[in-house]
């Protein structure tokens, strides 16, 4: 597991940027705005964190605060809000590993506070926005905002 995101699940904090990560530190950059009552997200590149931090300073992150919003035999999910206004992240845990297998944060979704699994290979979370995205379990950077 890259050290960063250790970071992540024992400081609880994360880099201000919208992305989904990985545990190896690989990283899809998101665009994500609001255009009415609509969410447009889409991904911009492909980075990292060490790139991230190369580029900005260590203690430009938002502070977490994570809660369990659903599980099921083989995974937890955990989403919440940040120390900055607007912010929200979800995560997924593998059970029996305790790995972290994705992480996404957006910085004007607000909190997300609602998730389920639509089947077993879908996550769907809501935001206090409400904002709702459909996430595939193994393809995170496949997911899509439901209108």
């Known amino acids: ?14 880099p201000i940027i919208k ?3 990985y545990p190896n530190g690989d990283m899809f950059v998101l665009e994500g705005q609001w255009l009415g009552e609509e ?10 964190l060490d790139s ?3 580029y900005n300073e260590a203690d430009y992150v938002s502070n977490l605060y994570p809660q369990m919003v659903a599980e099921n035999a083989q995974y937890e999910v955990y989403g919440g809000e940040c120390s900055w206004e607007g912010d929200g992240f979800i995560y ?3 059970k029996e590993s305790s790995e972290l ?11 997300f506070k609602e998730a ?13 926005l409400n904002l709702q995205l459909r996430i595939p379990i193994n393809a995170p950077e496949k997911l899509s905002v439901i209108k």
């Open 1 to 14: 597991m890259h050290p960063r995101i250790k970071n992540i699940l024992e400081n609880y904090t994360y």
């Open 19 to 21: 992305s989904i990560t």
């Open 39 to 48: 969410y447009h997200l889409r991904i911009l590149c492909q980075s990292t």
């Open 52 to 54: 991230y931090f190369k």
């Open 92 to 94: 997924l845990i593998h």
């Open 101 to 111: 297998l994705w992480f996404l944060f957006l910085d004007n979704s607000e909190y």
């Open 116 to 128: 389920y699994f639509e089947d077993t290979n879908h996550i769907i979370t809501r935001s206090e």
